[in-house]
């Protein structure tokens, strides 16, 4: 085998194996083993065991589609959870570049599989609001005062979901699924000063400034990225085998199949690397022929 070749491999080769290994775990579902965290299952039982049917979980949308593949599986899973518990959920956007679109997207996508919802009376979306932090201070004091109509106008006094609930002690739990700095106002302003238990869905590259909320337990729960969000989803299938169902839909991009292509590619990557390092450092070796 020539050596010095292999140093010398055209870099499309690469992107052709990166290509493959992204677009095969697509198509044909691996299911790599997904390990469950602490900060992920304690997202999972506060849902589970500690809200009731009926309980009200407000739900923000405050991503763009930017960072949408590591949000949205999030965002979906806490939504199938919610209603295959009979928990009501009133979705609400703060992030303003593409925060309502993604609220509506994935309202839409899973509420679809659940026919026997009715909107205003089991789910409802107030839309999108300008001025995060005073939106969330002023929400403490009344949220009809903030979102006086939902998203297709409509009064929120002529919504039933609505018509018990006027601040956060109305509300059992608060879901922010993050990017940015939108997260961390939920837990350092709205927890720390109203008491409402409040969990974040941020990106990975955020995730780690959370941890500090997680410790000081002003966040409930935390989803860290796309693993926090395939952990979140093999919760919700272990314990409602049915969504499983739902989860195995071809063409269906979920959490698990990202981390798949994560994984795969992650692995091709270091392989480029372990290689070209054996064959840099094997070539050293060999004597120079004189010139």
């Not at 599989?113 to 009376?121: A, D, I, N, S, T």
């Not at 018990?164 to 509300?171: A, E, G, Q």
């Not at 700095?181 to 302003?189: H, K, Q, R, T």
């Not at 085998?241 to 992650?266: C, F, N, R």
Request: proline content about 6%; aromatic content about 10%; some cysteine.
């Amino acid at each position: 085998m020539n050596l010095e070749r292999v140093m010398q491999v055209d870099r499309r080769i690469i992107y052709l194996f990166v290509a493959i290994g992204t677009i095969l775990p697509i198509i044909f579902v691996i299911g790599l083993p997904v390990s469950i965290t602490p900060p992920v299952q304690m997202a999972f039982d506060r849902i589970e065991n500690e809200l009731q049917t009926g309980d009200i979980v407000l739900m923000s949308f405050d991503y763009g589609p930017s960072s949408a593949p590591e949000n949205a599986p999030m965002a979906d899973a806490m939504l199938r959870h919610c209603f295959s518990k009979g928990i009501k959920v009133v979705v609400i956007a703060l992030y303003p570049l593409g925060g309502l679109s993604e609220a509506v997207n994935e309202l839409n996508k899973v509420t679809a599989e659940f026919p026997e919802l009715k909107y205003g009376v089991d789910y409802v979306n107030l839309g999108y609001k300008d001025g995060a932090q005073a939106a969330m201070k002023k929400m403490a004091e009344n949220i009809h005062e903030v979102f006086p109509t939902d998203v297709n106008g409509t009064p929120l006094d002529r919504l039933p979901i609505m018509k018990n609930i006027r601040t956060y002690r109305d509300m059992k739990l608060v879901v922010s699924l993050a990017t940015g700095i939108i997260g961390e106002w939920w837990a350092n302003l709205v927890n720390a000063q109203f008491g409402i238990p409040v969990i974040v869905g941020p990106t990975a590259v955020s995730a780690p400034k959370y941890y500090a909320y997680l410790e000081a337990k002003q966040m409930a729960g935390l989803l860290g990225g796309l693993k926090g969000a395939s952990e979140y989803e093999r919760l919700v299938v272990n314990r409602y085998p049915k969504l499983g169902e739902v989860y195995a839909t071809p063409g269906l991009y979920t959490a698990t199949k990202g981390m798949d292509v994560q994984s795969i590619v992650h692995l091709i990557m270091i392989a480029f690397i372990v290689l070209g390092n054996v064959v840099y450092f094997t070539t050293k070796r060999k004597p120079r022929k004189a010139s």
